[in-house]
């Protein structure tokens, strides 16, 4: 009787989840309960591709009405406007690079600043998905990231998200 006890009395700490470890090479984004995946936008709202830029920003925000919530929280986004400049595209990249809380961004719409705003967002582990000319592609690639979210993440009994970043891109590119 006195064994039966003490195995009753220690399952509650065998069973018990061990935290999450992140072991991703380019680290995790946690997300704590009730906060957003971010997803940013690099789209033209001005200059010759606006109309195009306006196109896939409307695509984005169909595929995020159509999803609602992901795995428990809500997406938002985090938009950066540019007239096709190469000065727009640093300034937005960098912008959007220092949100933290960032999963990936989609765009540019303007030819070559994908080349400028790459590398900066790489540098931090986000992933830039360039959107072909068309008014489904907004929706195609935000379906893209949605997904890729959905095979990488780990959901922490409370609710948290743990993304690892390398992860995230590695699925990113597995997903046509």
Do not use: F
């Not at 606006?50 to 938009?79: F, V, Y």
């Not at 540098?123 to 000319?133: I, K, Y």
């Not at 893209?144 to 743990?162: C, K």
């Amino acid at each position: 009787m006195t064994a039966l006890l003490l195995l009753l009395g220690s399952l509650p700490i065998a069973c018990s989840a061990a935290p999450y470890q992140c072991l991703d090479p380019l680290g995790c984004l946690e997300i704590p309960p009730g906060s957003p995946l971010v997803i940013g936008t690099l789209l033209a709202s001005a200059g010759p591709q606006s109309h195009a830029g306006g196109e896939t920003l409307l695509g984005i925000k169909k595929a995020i009405d159509d999803t609602g919530n992901l795995l428990g929280h809500p997406i938002e986004l985090d938009e950066w406007d540019t007239d096709c400049s190469e000065k727009d595209a640093r300034a937005g990249a960098i912008n959007l690079a220092m949100n933290s809380s960032l999963v990936a961004v989609i765009g540019p719409t303007c030819t070559g600043q994908d080349s400028i705003a790459a590398p900066i967002l790489n540098d931090v582990g986000v992933a830039l998905l360039t959107p072909a000319p068309g008014s489904t592609s907004g929706t195609a690639l935000t379906r893209r990231v949605l997904s890729a979210i959905e095979q990488v993440a780990y959901r922490d009994a409370d609710g948290t998200l743990h993304l690892p970043r390398q992860a995230l891109l590695d699925a990113l590119e597995q997903i046509p």
